[in-house]
């Protein structure tokens, strides 16, 4: 039943990572009730999976037939009011919502344990109608017709990062070196698994829509800068009770490298290679 509900929620997301443009035309020909309400069915996910683990609860079923509703009316209205898409209090309001509530967990409790992030693509799927099939943002790179430019920027990123980040996690007493070598079908599964699931999702949100949105109004130098320590701070609960300062720290200078990775043509594969690279070493050796 996982798999299945999993499988479901990975097709919206593969659908505009291959093809926003046509889904955003056939949306767009939609009423607009039929448009704002399509993402209702985003429900159906957690209906399953707490129907099966016997833990529906009316408040949070009307939480994912509702917020993917609001968000993509909050989006509508947005587009409509700022067409120039220069960036509207709706569009802060919205990721600020979906950040929050992935990063400090607010919705885990209504999934189980081992299945919370089923949650967090739900949330994917909701944000990807919202600003893509409704919103329309131009120049988020949300493209996964990998060319060889997204795998040369994506290494050449991660080059120039790796060994500053080695130097410094060192001398932070943040990282320790530990010899691992796992088999090769364990190690390609584990990148793959890292690429889709959790660099994708992180790209997705603050390259894509964070700072691409923040360049509108700061400029490219600025809105880098910006979202790469708004991507720190999203770590500051990470491996620790308390504020983790050495692991922001890093994680906004990760987030430098990412956002250059993605900012040199726009393509959110290229800093999702990079992220998937730096996670995927840091898991296995450090």
């Known amino acids: 039943m996982a798999i299945a509900v999993l499988v479901a929620e990975l097709v919206p997301a593969a659908g505009f990572g291959f093809a926003h443009e046509r889904i ?4 767009g020909r939609w009423p607009f009730a039929l ?7 985003l429900v159906l996910p957690y209906v399953v999976i707490a129907t099966a683990n016997h833990m529906v609860r009316c408040p949070w079923l009307a939480l994912y037939a509702v917020l993917p509703v ?19 209090w709706r569009d802060a309001l919205i990721l600020l919502t979906l950040g929050l509530a992935v990063d400090l967990r607010w919705f885990d409790a209504a999934w189980p344990a081992s299945l919370r992030g089923l949650n967090n693509l739900l ?3 909701a944000g990807l109608y919202g600003f893509l099939a409704i919103r329309n943002l131009r120049g988020t790179g949300f493209d996964f017709h990998l060319h060889w430019s997204d795998w040369k920027t994506g290494f050449r990123e991660l080059a120039y990062f790796a ?5 410094l996690g060192l001398a932070l007493g943040f990282i320790h070196p530990h010899a691992n070598f796992p088999a090769a079908g364990k190690a390609v599964l584990t990148w793959a698994g ?7 999702p992180e790209e997705l949100f603050f390259r894509a829509w964070v700072q691409n949105l923040l ?6 130098r600025a809105a880098l800068v910006v979202a790469s320590v708004l991507f720190g701070l999203s770590h500051f609960n990470k491996r620790s009770a308390h504020f983790n300062w050495r692991y922001v720290l890093l994680a906004t200078i990760a987030g430098i490298f990412y956002g250059r990775a993605w900012r040199e043509n726009r393509r ?9 690279c730096v996670d995927w070493l840091w898991s296995w050796w450090f």
């Open 24 to 27: 955003a035309t056939i949306v």
């Open 35 to 41: 448009r704002v309400g399509m993402p209702a069915l």
């Open 70 to 88: 609001v968000i993509a009316w909050l989006l509508a209205r947005a587009a409509a009011a700022d067409p120039e898409q220069r960036g509207n």
């Open 123 to 125: 949330l994917v799927d």
């Open 163 to 167: 060994p500053a980040v080695l130097a």
């Open 194 to 200: 890292i690429f889709v699931f959790v660099a994708v």
């Open 215 to 220: 360049e509108r109004r700061l400029g490219p």
């Open 268 to 276: 959110v594969p290229a800093s999702t290679i990079t992220h998937t």
